[in-house]
């Protein structure tokens, strides 16, 4: 049980929350702002985890029922999906960026449909995606009570805001890509920067293009990687994986991932156009994976190719009903 929360920093505590699928567990951090407590995501709204976070604030002989600040990095059901019910048993102030707020309206909007709506199906129809059983693809969280999140935050995070509880100051910091609003906390006094999904140590983030998005997610992504560069920054505090110190290292390895995986994709449509499609089944062709994955692989190869774009390296054009690329 004391294996689940560990203090990373006086009075910084990570605490490791279950996930039903990969990756398996999230990190929420909680502050102690000596007088007032705040966490940083909540993970889902599944029993395990609230039992588990509750088990681990026991062991600092605190409750849920006494937090008094919630901050939510983004709108993902990892991060923000257990947060109507810790807002409805502590009161705490709730804080999301807008631009998540209006994600967090979407997702359960679409939850709540029987169907995907057409702009979808025309959406995947004309990168490629062949027809197949989309709503047998539902995600597990649209029903399985994972994700019960606070459709209305207190408080937006506003870029450069910042936050005080008790003796801390948080700072905010809008690093758009995995998400429209997603928001990284910085503690300037400790040098400690909660960064959610934006730097994991290992993996990187899904960078996609769906109907919805902005026009650049992966030219938003790729500059507040270079933004967060301007920290000062000592401790890492990631929701995926272990702890870390330096995150420009970090953030120069996904910059150079990304632009390695451009030029491999415009080395492919040198010679010939395809589809968003086409070009995620060639870059991960070696591998088996179920559709839901390879629909995934197309939004992220989609936002590669727009990013190119959208920067001069690549034409877009459409062929019959679909939209195809090539290197310019
Ligand atoms: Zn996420």
Redesign the pocket.
């Known amino acids: 049980m004391s294996a689940k929360i560990v203090e990373v920093h006086p009075g910084i505590y990570e605490i490791f929350l279950p996930l039903p699928a990969r990756p398996t567990i999230i990190n929420v951090y909680l502050f102690d702002c000596h007088g007032a407590w705040a966490l940083i995501d909540t993970g889902m709204n599944l029993p395990d985890s609230l039992q588990t976070l509750e088990q681990a604030l026991a062991t600092l002989n605190i409750r849920i029922e006494d937090l008094d600040v919630l901050i939510g990095t ?1 709108h ?1 059901p ?2 923000f999906g257990a947060s109507a019910e810790i807002k409805r048993r502590s009161g705490a102030q709730v804080y999301l960026h807008r631009l998540e707020q209006e994600k967090v309206a979407r997702v359960l909007s679409m939850a709540s449909m029987t169907q995907r709506p057409p702009e979808a199906l025309l959406f995947f129809q004309r990168n490629g995606v062949p027809p197949a059983n989309y709503e047998g693809m539902r995600p597990a969280f649209y029903s399985n009570g994972a994700y019960v999140p606070i459709q209305q935050p207190d408080k937006y995070l506003h870029d450069g805001d910042v936050i005080e509880v008790g003796d801390r100051r948080f700072e905010v910091v809008w690093t758009p890509g ?2 429209p609003g997603h928001s990284v906390i910085f503690l300037r006094d400790v040098k400690v920067m909660v960064v ?2 934006h730097l994991l140590p290992r993996i990187t ?1 899904h960078v996609g293009i769906y109907p919805d998005s902005t026009p650049d997610p992966l030219g938003d992504f790729i500059n507040s990687q270079f933004k967060v560069q301007n920290y000062d920054v000592e401790l890492v505090l990631p ?1 995926h994986g272990g702890t870390f110190h330096d995150h420009r290292h970090r953030a120069n390895q996904i910059i150079e991932h990304h632009r390695y995986r451009e030029a491999e994709m415009l080395d492919l449509l040198k010679h010939e156009s395809m589809t968003a499609w086409d070009v995620a089944r060639q870059v991960w062709g070696d591998e088996e994976r179920p559709f839901a994955q390879w629909m995934a692989a197309t939004f992220e190869t989609l936002a590669h190719l727009e990013h190119a774009y959208l920067e001069g390296r690549a034409r877009k054009f459409e062929r019959g009903d679909k939209v195809v690329f090539q290197t310019a």
């Open positions: 983004h993902h990892d991060h995995h998400s959610g999904d983030p929701a």
